[in-house]
């Protein structure tokens, strides 16, 4: 006999079944992993829980330490950033600000001053004429503009070579600088990444090798170890 696909004329309708909601194995955000995994690596070595076959309690160990010093390193190298990029957007809002006049004294002196441009570093963007926003080719426009300033009579006005010579060097001298630490943030992040992947691997497997050693106190055993999930956060 079918069931039919439709209920009965005056059938309750069946509840949803709850949803259960577990928490996470592991913490999501990094401190709180290394609390755990700094935990496990101090407890591990004087626990009956055996090693795995593919990483010892030393290794393990390694594995955590190593992480930690990647994620302070990762960390000093964005703090180090921080300051040179501030001082980077202030200096292109004062070329921008300091670039009006520059074309003020090119509209004084030419009947088609957006002729001249181009020797100054100056680029159409859209409607407006302005120094390249890209801090690398902006940097080259800064040289071409200090270079044309005394060809055009320029270099002894007010924004002329005296102002804008100082601006052209910190400037060149800051993108080189954030260029390198970026790169060197990177590598560290990446380094900081692998880390973070090859530890929560070694955790994951961890908590299996509980379970399996001690089928019916894996909980506490679990707790022992550092895995407490009240603690994770979010």
Do not use: C
């Amino acid at each position: 006999m079918s069931t039919p696909l439709t209920p009965e004329p005056g059938a309750k309708p069946t509840a949803p079944a709850p949803v259960v909601r577990r928490a996470a194995q592991l913490p999501h955000n990094l401190p709180a992993l290394l609390a755990v995994a700094d935990s496990v690596a101090r407890q591990w070595p004087t626990s009956a829980l055996p090693e795995l076959l593919w990483l010892s309690k030393a290794e393990f160990a390694a594995q955590v330490a190593a992480l930690a010093g990647g994620h302070a390193a990762a960390d000093a190298a964005g703090d180090a950033r921080s300051p040179q990029v501030k001082r980077l957007e202030a200096l292109d809002k004062q070329l921008n600000k300091s670039l009006r006049y520059v074309k003020g004294y090119l509209a004084e002196a030419y009947d088609a001053p957006e002729a001249y441009y181009g020797e100054f570093g100056i680029e159409k963007r859209g409607k407006v004429y302005e120094l390249p926003r890209a801090r690398p080719e902006r940097v080259l426009a800064l040289g071409k503009l200090v270079a044309a300033l005394p060809r055009h009579g320029f270099g002894t006005k007010k924004f002329g070579t005296a102002h804008w010579q100082p601006l052209a060097t910190e400037y060149a001298a800051l993108v080189q600088q954030t260029t390198a630490t970026s790169g060197d943030r990177s590598g560290k992040v990446s380094t900081k990444d692998q880390g973070e992947a090859q530890v929560r691997k070694a955790l994951r497997a961890l908590i299996h090798h509980v379970k399996a050693h001690y089928p019916d106190t894996w909980k506490a055993e679990l707790r022992v170890l550092g895995f407490q999930k009240e603690s994770y956060g979010s």
